[in-house]
Structures are given as structure tokens and as C-alpha cells.
């Protein structure tokens, strides 16, 4: 039964026993995989959500306002920004 349903979810499988061919037995798989992102798209929420929490208690604030972590905030941003500069050149350069 359980057979049946999965032919009718996904359609192209219902070859004779023994004649399954492997691209279409690999057919559905990029949708079995969007099934555990259901499920880090929530974590992701929750742990969204929690942090707005935390972020209005005044002792967060006061540490996340800190000049010494702006700056070095600031500081792994251009890190980041120069350590991508090139991959990004060439991406450009291969558009272009």
C-alpha cells in the first residue's frame, strides 16, 4: 500500500519489479533533502527570536555598545569583506 502512495507522490517510478532505473530512483532526492530544512529553518527562528530577547536586557546592551567590540567588530567585517575581494574579482571578471 504504502508502495502505491509513493508511486502516485512520485511519478516515473512505477517500473516493473527489478527495472528501476537509478536516475529516476535519484529523481525525488532533492525534496527528501528540503525535509530536514523544515526543521533548521525553525532552530534558526528560535534562536532569532531569543536573541532579540536577550539584546533588550540592559547589560547586553551596554557590552554590545563597547567601543573596543565596535572596533573589533569593524575590524573582522573588513577582514571578511578583503578575504572574499578576491573570489568575488574573479566571478566578475568571469561575467564579464
Same mark, same amino acid.
Given at each position: 500500500?504504502?508502495?502505491?502512495?509513493?508511486?502516485?507522490?512520485?511519478?516515473?517510478?512505477?517500473?516493473?519489479?527489478g527495472t528501476l532505473h537509478p536516475k529516476k530512483?535519484?529523481?525525488?532526492?532533492?525534496?527528501?533533502?528540503?525535509?530536514? *530544512?523544515?526543521?533548521?529553518?525553525?532552530?534558526?527562528? #528560535?534562536?532569532? @527570536? $531569543?536573541?532579540?530577547?536577550?539584546? +533588550?536586557?540592559?547589560?547586553?546592551?551596554?557590552?554590545?555598545?563597547?567601543?573596543?567590540? *565596535?572596533?573589533?567588530?569593524?575590524?573582522?567585517?573588513? #577582514?571578511?569583506? @578583503? $578575504?572574499?575581494?578576491?573570489?568575488? +574579482?574573479?566571478?566578475?571578471a568571469d561575467i564579464l
Amino acid at each position: 500500500v504504502a508502495a502505491v502512495e509513493f508511486d502516485r507522490a512520485v511519478p516515473g517510478l512505477g517500473l516493473p519489479e527489478g527495472t528501476l532505473h537509478p536516475k529516476k530512483a535519484a529523481a525525488p532526492v532533492p525534496l527528501v533533502l528540503l525535509v530536514p *530544512m523544515v526543521f533548521v529553518g525553525g532552530v534558526v527562528v #528560535v534562536v532569532m @527570536l $531569543a536573541g532579540a530577547a536577550i539584546s +533588550t536586557l540592559p547589560v547586553v546592551r551596554r557590552v554590545w555598545s563597547d567601543a573596543r567590540l *565596535m572596533l573589533g567588530g569593524r575590524i573582522l567585517i573588513a #577582514v571578511a569583506g @578583503l $578575504a572574499s575581494l578576491p573570489s568575488f +574579482t574573479t566571478s566578475i571578471a568571469d561575467i564579464l
